[in-house]
């Protein structure tokens, strides 16, 4: 079966780093996805990758490494704002996106 | 600003009484999904068209129908509501592929509450 795994919940210090976690099983790989999701809002878009490394936008940074099945995204410089849910989401061979049940990330002051 | 609409943003019917929720885009994507998602759950994919293509997950139920009467609009129908089917309903567009290596774009999503 596909599996996609995160940790359910992550609580941080405004200010800090955090790293949320994804691994994934999948039939096949054609990308993974990174969406953030505040409490009882839709999913928007954060990153994309496809290729190993890692890709920086901002305060955002996600990493791929496709022979371990894992993938990371790191938030800088902490803010309250980003208490919200991370969910991870791979692309499987025939284009199908899984989809992890999300990391649930609580900042405190 | 191009977009995905979903009304309303949420819903309250009875058990087993119709109900249709909807989305609209104005980015001109050829997809349009319809994910329902519960709490601390993962979207849940329903369906999805492919222009006019539609596309049903093999696990979706009979009680869950879907219209795309022209690019633009997408339609979910809920023809008998049961309590299990309280949640949120999100709807996606993306410009090509299922799911593939296109971003989806989510509308608000429509809170339902089935009584």
């Known amino acids: 079966g596909q599996n996609i795994d995160q940790p359910t919940e992550m609580t941080a210090t405004e200010g800090a780093i955090v790293q949320i976690n994804c691994t994934y099983q999948?039939?096949?790989?054609?990308?993974l996805f990174w969406y953030q999701q505040h409490a009882g809002e839709a999913p928007t878009f954060l990153s994309y990758?496809?290729l190993d490394g890692l890709e920086e936008k901002g305060r955002f940074s996600s990493f791929l490494s496709r022979s371990k099945g894992y993938s990371y995204l790191l938030l800088k410089e902490l803010q309250m704002k980003d208490s919200a849910s991370y969910l991870c989401?791979?692309?499987?061979?025939?284009?199908?996106?899984?989809w992890g049940a999300g990391t649930k990330l609580i900042i405190k002051p | 600003d191009a977009m995905v609409i979903q009304n309303p943003r949420y819903q309250v019917t009875q058990f087993g009484k119709p109900v249709t929720l909807s989305c609209s885009q104005t980015?001109?994507?050829?997809?349009m999904y319809w994910y329902q998602q519960k709490s601390s759950q993962a979207p849940k994919l329903l369906f999805h068209y492919y222009d006019k293509d539609f596309n049903n997950e093999a696990d979706t139920p009979d009680n869950f129908q879907s219209r795309r009467p022209n690019t633009s609009f997408c339609f979910l129908d809920i023809r008998s509501p049961g309590l299990g089917d309280a949640a949120m309903y999100l709807c996606a567009t993306s410009r090509d592929r299922q799911g593939g290596t296109d971003t989806q774009y989510f509308g608000p999503g429509t809170r339902l509450t089935v009584l």
């Open positions: 980015l001109n994507h050829n997809v």
């Open positions: 989401a791979v692309t499987d061979s025939n284009y199908q996106l899984i």
């Open positions: 990758n496809v």
């Open positions: 999948t039939s096949g790989f054609n990308g």
